[in-house]
T-cell receptor, first 115, second 114 residues
Framework: DQQVKQNSPSLSVQEGRISILNCDYT??????FLWYKKYPAEGPTFLIS?????DKNEDGRFTVFLNKSAKHLSLHIVPSQPGDSAVYFC??????????????FGQGTILTVHP | EPEVTQTPSHQVTQMGQEVILRCVPI?????FYWYRQILGQKVEFLVS????????KSEIFDDQFSVERPDGSNFTLKIRSTKLEDSAMYFC????????????FGDGTRLSIL
């Protein structure tokens, strides 16, 4: 199932700089997109979401951008902190259709923020 | 902050045995989900549950699997006759309504089939 892809398995960033995590999707029915953060031995923690009627959503240090024509979204973390080091998952759903919120996940990107 | 709780954190079971994974969703949530993640693979959707019935299931969710909300707080996933390939992390999630609402996940149950 390649409907949601995160092509970068890992990303390394210096503390204080910007982290940019990318995600591509192929299913044009997706209309709701989410980012989750996951630490080892824990479940995914919801970070931020965006619906397809918007192209940007911001929450503190986290901003998600959606480019529907390119079927691409990105998560920006500014400034990055060592505590942000985790696996980041992009997820999508066809929330406005017949789906009851089923999420399709990307493979994840391991973010490491160096002090 | 309310959270989804899952028990046990780790379950070891002999192949062919039945296993029940338990979840307590966030109390005012109405939509419940199970996902699994096989080691090294993506998180995969198994089933969604609303209004005391399955609303959607994946092709993974065959006759060996069942879900139940036996009371007002618990949500369980049963695997009737486990196979080696059922070894995975199983995550429960809940949301307070469908549509554009985030799902909140528990910390998972690691299921190991011997």
């Amino acid at each position: 199932d390649q409907q949601v892809k995160q092509n970068s398995p890992s990303l390394s960033v210096q503390e204080g700089r910007i982290s940019i995590l990318n995600c591509d999707y192929t299913n044009s029915m997706f209309d709701y997109f989410l980012w989750y953060k996951k630490y080892p031995a824990e479940g995914p923690t919801f970070l931020i979401s965006i619906s397809s009627i918007k192209d940007k959503n911001e929450d503190g240090r986290f901003t998600v951008f959606l480019n529907k024509s390119a079927k691409h979204l990105s998560l920006h973390i500014v400034p990055s902190q060592p505590g942000d080091s985790a696996v980041y998952f992009c997820a999508a759903s066809d929330a406005g259709g017949t789906s009851y919120g089923k999420l399709t996940f990307g493979q994840g990107t391991i973010l490491t923020v160096h002090p | 902050e309310p959270e989804v709780t899952q028990t046990p954190s780790h379950q070891v079971t002999q192949m062919g045995q039945e296993v029940i994974l338990r979840c307590v969703p966030i109390s005012n949530h109405l939509y419940f989900y199970w996902y699994r993640q096989i080691l090294g693979q993506k998180v995969e959707f198994l089933v969604s549950f609303y209004n005391n019935e399955i609303s959607e299931k994946s092709e993974i969710f065959d006759d060996q699997f069942s879900v139940e909300r036996p009371d007002g707080s618990n949500f369980t996933l049963k695997i009737r006759s486990t196979k080696l390939e059922d070894s995975a992390m199983y995550f429960c999630a809940s949301s307070n309504r469908g549509g554009h609402q985030p799902q909140h996940f528990g910390d998972g149950t690691r299921l190991s089939i011997l």
